[in-house]
Structures are given as C-alpha cells and as structure tokens.
C-alpha cells in the first residue's frame, strides 16, 4: 500500500516484520523495514520533516533532547580528544562532558566563544570536536556561528550545535558548515508540555557513526509520541512566529514599566546578524534580565509572579513563558 495517499501516517504496532523468502532475510540491504526497532512509518515521516528543515540528508530520533545530545557526542568521541564548549550550554549537556571527561580520558575547555576576542584568539586545530549553542541556554549570549563553523572545517574539527533556542527556523546550522545539528523536540515543535522526544540531524556522510552507535545502543522511542509530534510541527513555523511577536510585546512593555533593567535578548547582541548565518527576522521567543545583586529579594519577587509560572522548558502555546532570572555578577 502506498501510504502517502493518507493524510496521517499510520502507527504499526508490530515488532516483528516478515521477509518474503530466506533470500531477503539474509540480504536485508534492499528491505525498508527489518524490525520494529529499526524503524516504521511514522518515525520515517517524521524524520524526513526534520531533516528538510535542517537541510540534512538523515535524522535519527531519541526519547529526550538530552539522549539525543549524550548519544551523538557518545557516537563521535574517542579516548584523548579534546573537546572545546561554549561555557554557556544546556547545564545537562556540562554534566555530561564532566562526566566523559573523568570516564574516558577526555579533555573539556570551556570557553566564552560568543565572545569574538575570545573565539578569535583559539587555535582550532587543539580540538577534535566543538560543541556549541548559537544562543546559549544559560546567558541567551549570541556567537559568530559562521566564523566558528568555518574554522571547525578549517580545521577538521566535528562540531556538534544544538539548534533547539531556534526551531530550525532562525539559523540553518547544517548550511552553515556544521555536523551535527541537534534538537530538544520538548521544546518548540511539541508546544504542549506533554511530549519528550530528540532529534539528530546530519548530511550523508557523517551518518555512518550516528546510526551505526545508535542501533548499538538500542536506540527507540514510542511511535505515539513520535506521531503526536507529525500533527504538532506542521504548525512550527505559524507557532514560531507567534511567540516571536509575543515575546517582542513583553519586552517593549518591560522597557517602559522597568526602564532599568538590563535586558538579554539575541535581537540586541551585535552578533545577531545575516553574515553571522542569522535570520534577523526571527530573534526568538527567549529573553532574560539582569538584576543588581543585593537589589530584590529573589523570593519575593516570584512569589509575586501573578501571570507567570515557574518551571524547566520553554516553546508552549499558551502554559507559561519562561524568564531565566540571574544576577549582573554572576
């Protein structure tokens, strides 16, 4: 049957697939499904959705963004390399670099590289891979995505960038030059607090040992989630831009009422530009403040918090938005 004449993939609840004869069973090149595990339908949908909004030839998917993230730098690292990272990511993704470092002789060097005096002064042929985020989680601080990138080919550096701040709609990493790009499907593209999912996304010739370690490592994840999330990213882009518009409201209406906050949004970094591999048009729905130290009382002020709730996540409809409160000296 030619399922492309649904509007929905369909879910197969089977783990098991037949072959037609002893031939195909044991020359299994030619057969598109072999086992449940090994892929059906609706992860295929999914991940086609995926890799032409990253402008990638193969995706793989994971039950979390953080599997995803630990699973692809597990697929790519071997004992003595040196791995050079934005001080500002995913605090998850940090543990996990420690966590390799002390386990398989791993070097970590953390470093401040959406600062260009910084990034231009690092001599990229020390490290074998550079894992970054265009804006970090932490700090929202914006880097120059395409001069990074450009030196990681340079030098022959597998750089790895965790694209979920923008949905795959605000940079194109994999255009840019980039390996491997990643993302927290929990975010933006579910849009409802209800679905964990990851996704790697690669060009055809950095597949192999992607797909190789994650067949290894048992790697599944539901199909209902997977097909929750086919109905919820055909509305990414309209969703994208509506939290977009939303958060741009939030901040002018801050600046008038708080005139003395110091705020962080990639629209006002210098580096958030075209030629940095940026769509200007689209600077996100994610912002931060800078308060004084000693200034408020930090209890008090969420405890205030009459519209706003307090939680991990961000990219919902309509639950909550997510403001990362940190102190000027930190």
């Known amino acids: 049957m030619n399922f492309k004449e649904f509007a929905n993939p369909p879910i197969t609840y089977s783990s098991t697939v037949y072959f037609e004869n002893l031939e195909e069973f044991k020359d299994q090149t030619k057969k598109k499904y072999t086992y449940g595990r090994h892929g059906n339908i609706v992860k295929e949908h999914l991940c086609q959705f995926i890799s032409e909004l990253e402008g990638g030839d193969y995706t793989e998917l994971y039950s979390s963004g953080l599997q995803a993230i630990t699973t692809c730098l597990s697929a790519i690292t071997s004992s003595g390399d040196t791995i050079l990272a934005s001080d500002n990511i995913y605090e998850p993704t940090k543990s996990f670099l420690n966590y390799l470092s002390k386990k398989l002789n791993i070097r970590v060097v953390y470093k401040a590289i959406y600062n260009n005096d910084v990034v231009k ?3 990229f042929r020390q490290y074998q891979i550079v894992y970054l985020e265009p804006v970090g989680s932490m700090t929202l601080d914006v880097c120059d995505l395409r001069y990074i990138l450009s030196q990681c080919q340079m030098h022959d550096a597998t750089s790895l960038v965790d694209n979920t701040w923008s949905a795959g709609l605000s940079c194109k990493p994999l255009q840019l030059g980039a390996d491997y ?5 929990t975010k933006f593209m579910s849009g409802g607090s209800d679905i ?3 996704s790697v996304t690669c060009k055809q ?6 797909a190789q370690y994650s067949t290894i490592m048992g790697n599944y994840v539901d199909q209902n989630p997977i097909y929750a999330l086919c109905q919820r990213v055909e509305s990414l882009k309209v969703r994208y831009k509506e939290q977009n518009s939303q958060c741009l409201q939030m901040i002018q209406s801050l600046r008038q ?7 962080i949004y990639p629209e006002f970094d210098t580096n958030f530009t075209d030629q940095n591999g940026y769509n200007t048009g689209l600077p996100g729905s994610l912002f931060s403040f800078l308060l004084p130290r000693n200034a408020v009382n930090e209890r008090r002020i969420f405890e205030q918090l009459a519209h706003l709730k307090i939680g991990y996540s961000w990219g919902e409809v309509s639950r909550y938005w997510f403001i990362q409160i940190c102190k000027a000296d930190d």
């Open 196 to 198: 964990f999912m990851g």
């Open 121 to 123: 002064s690092l001599d």
């Open 181 to 185: 790009c990643i993302h927290s499907c």
């Open 257 to 263: 009422q708080c005139p003395e906050l110091a705020l």
């Open 205 to 210: 010739h950095n597949q192999a040992p992607l």
